[in-house]
């Protein structure tokens, strides 16, 4: 094959990653969603929808603040799509994809609060309650890294002294 006709594959296994990562997530949820005597569905249900709310106001919000890179995505896609489509329709498709995956992860979620919480009540020294603080909170460090002020102004330029230096 010439170089123009190959496939990137690291693109490939990164698509079977998410499937199969989805997969997982979906049949878990079809399990909470058998199981009768439960209150799983209607948590499933209920925090889908409260997603839903919550993606779709977190889209409203300028790039200046939030750094999704819906804009130039938009922008790339109206030029090269056939019909154009409008930016309400563009940003619906993430927040309905983003609400599915919130109720996917709902009740793991639950579970591992509940984990937390039991680890918590196991640990008898304060250095292992830290780090298991620690732990709990470090993927809402993350999320927080898509918040411009914060990726921008601190971590990108941080404040040493009178020197900004970027890491």
Partial sequence: MKPSQEMNISVVWCLLVLAFAVKMLFSLTTHYFIVKDRGERSDCITFGFSFLVKAMAILI??????????????????????????????????????????????????????MHLDALNLATEKKTQTLLHINFLSPLLMVLLWVKPITKDYIMNPPFGKESIPL
């Fill in 61 to 114: 919000v300028t790039e200046s603040n939030l750094e999704f890179g819906l804009e130039s995505g938009f922008s790339n896609f109206s030029e090269s799509a056939m019909d154009p489509v409008s930016k309400l329709t563009f940003k619906l498709f993430p927040a309905v994809l983003f609400s599915h995956i919130g109720a996917f992860l709902t009740f793991p979620g639950l579970r591992l609060a509940q």
